[in-house]
């Protein structure tokens, strides 16, 4: 099922959640691992995210998040299949831009759609990554909004290649959305106007990156919701779990964390998961009480105090 089918059926709020597929040469345990204990809460949908060869962030055992360039991690399709065939949970495909032709794009649509995945997270991608050399006519998708209209091509059966009837593959599109505005934005106002092309051109509902201050977001829909935008607007969520995540998230997300959040864990970083999830409900419960219906938890894999958080909203 379509992830905004979940949302229009729903009967009360949902949790979604994250994952991240293993590093190359690990196996996909961990990941199964992960599923199992987020698969009791009964999760419309999970994302799994995709890395080119470039970047991507690793969550260490003592709690800092760490960005890593060097190595790829393959299995997003697989791992798809996986959740979606094993399990019997929707997931969202993360599609990028960076480090993908538009050929190979479309294969990977092609592939999602044998496995029965009828969702995708549209984004550009996290640079610098590397820049792949193009070759024999082939082209790429330079931004999220390229990628959508590609998608929404799709759906209508246009492929990159001219083929004579081809079948339409009816995707359901999301983007990604900045309360605190994209690091390479210079202002909100432009990366709204960004946002909105991304949703004129096909977007079905927007995910926000992890925020910490909940004004933030309500600003942000406000905003989107001033400028035209009315699709979705999903929260996404991050249980701080330690004293270094204080530097690394701001770093590798390029998010504020509120004094007082910062504060709390300085003064006692022993007890930093607590605080973590003591403010993650207390986020929560709000975002629910002011009318979400959806929200996103971003995962890496650790399920552990996400749960705690879920246990007690439930």
Same mark, same amino acid.
């Given at each position: 099922?379509?992830?905004?089918? !979940? ?20 196996? &996909?345990?961990?990941? @199964? ?56 949970? +929707?997931? =969202?495909? !993360? ?14 649509? @092609? ?14 991608? #996290? ?5 792949? =050399? ?18 929404? +091509? ?15 593959? #009816? ?21 709204? !106007? ?12 927007? &995910? ?10 309500? #600003? ?6 001033? !400028? ?34 910062? +504060? ?43 749960? +705690? ?6």
């Amino acid at each position: 099922m379509k992830v905004v089918e !979940h949302i229009e059926r729903a009967k009360g709020p949902l949790f979604s959640y994250e994952i991240v597929p293993p590093p190359r040469g690990r196996t &996909v345990q961990d990941v @199964i691992e992960a599923v199992e204990a987020l698969a009791p809460f009964n999760p419309p949908w999970i994302d799994v995210t995709s890395h080119a060869a470039g970047a991507y962030y690793q969550e260490n055992p003592d709690g800092s998040v760490e960005r890593r360039i060097y190595k790829k991690r393959p299995g997003t399709i697989g791992i798809c299949g996986i959740i979606q065939n094993r399990f019997k949970i +929707d997931t =969202v495909a !993360h599609i990028l831009c960076l480090g993908f032709t538009k050929e190979e794009t479309e294969d990977a649509l @092609i592939e999602l759609n044998y496995l029965g995945v009828e969702n995708i997270l549209a984004i550009r991608g #996290d640079g610098p990554n590397y820049k792949k =050399v193009i070759s024999n006519g082939r082209s790429v998708n330079v931004y999220a909004a390229d990628l959508v209209s590609q998608v929404v +091509d799709i759906k209508k059966g246009r492929y990159v290649s001219d083929i004579t009837g081809a079948h339409p593959i #009816d995707f359901c599109v999301g983007v990604a959305g900045y309360p605190e505005k994209h690091f390479e934005a210079p202002n909100l106002k432009l990366d709204l !106007h960004y946002l909105k092309e991304k949703v004129d051109r096909g977007a079905e509902y927007i &995910v926000t990156q992890m925020f910490f201050d909940n004004q933030k977001y309500f #600003d942000f829909e406000k905003a989107c919701r001033e !400028h035209g935008i009315k699709v979705p607007i999903i929260p996404g969520l991050k249980v701080l779990r330690s004293e270094k995540q204080l530097t690394t998230l701001p770093k590798n997300f390029y998010i504020d964390l509120p004094t007082a959040l910062v +504060d709390e864990i300085s003064s006692s970083p022993e007890h930093a998961s607590e605080i973590g999830v003591r403010w993650a409900k207390k986020q929560c419960v709000e975002l629910l009480e002011r009318g979400c219906r959806n929200l996103h938890f971003y995962v890496m894999n650790d399920a552990s105090l996400v749960k +705690d958080v879920i246990k007690s909203l439930s």
